[in-house]
C-alpha cells in the first residue's frame, strides 16, 4: 500500500494571534491543551519572528532513508515568516508533538526554509495561527529508530 490513513471530520477552527516575545511551538500545543485538541492541522501561519530555528533535509547515503538534517540553524534579527503548515498531534507518553515546515526571508529577502525546532521561534510583532481540530482518528507521534525520524502513524484499531 502507498499510505497508511484514517478518515475523521472537521471540529473547532482556532484563529490566534501569537503574541511578540512568544515561543511560537509552546504556544501551539499550549492553545491545542487549553482547548482539549488531541490533534489539529495548521492551516495558516504568518507573521513576523525575531529568531528562527530550523533544520532541512541533506543527502546522506549512510543513512536510512539516505537523508539526515542539517546541523540547527539558527537566524537573529527582523524574519518574515511567509508561510507554515503542520500537523499537532500526542505521542504514545501524551505529549503534544508539533511537525511544522515554514518558509521565511531575512532583511535581504532571501528566503529560506525547513522544519521548525520545539525551541529558538521567538515572535517578533505577531504570528496569525489557525488551527483546525480533526475528529474521529487515532494518530500518534513517534520515534522510528531505524531512521532517527519521528513519524505521525494513523491509527485505525480504534
Sequence with gaps: MDAKYVIGRSGKVIFARVLPNSELIASIKKICQENSIEIASIGACIGSLKEVNFVYAMNDASQYYNIRYSDEVKMKGAIEF????????????????????????????????????????????????????????????????????YFFEPNDEE
Excluded at 532571501?110 to 505577531?126: D, Y
Design 82 to 149: 511567509l508561510s507554515a503548515q503542520g500537523i499537532v498531534s500526542k505521542d504514545n507518553s501524551g505529549l503534544y508533538q508539533v511537525h511544522m515546515h515554514a518558509l521565511f526571508s531575512d532583511e535581504s529577502m532571501k528566503v529560506f526554509g525547513g522544519h521548525l525546532l520545539n525551541e529558538g521561534n521567538i515572535v517578533l510583532a505577531t504570528i496569525d495561527l489557525v488551527l483546525n481540530e480533526i475528529l474521529d482518528i487515532s494518530v500518534k507521534r513517534n520515534y522510528h529508530q531505524k531512521s532517527g525520524f
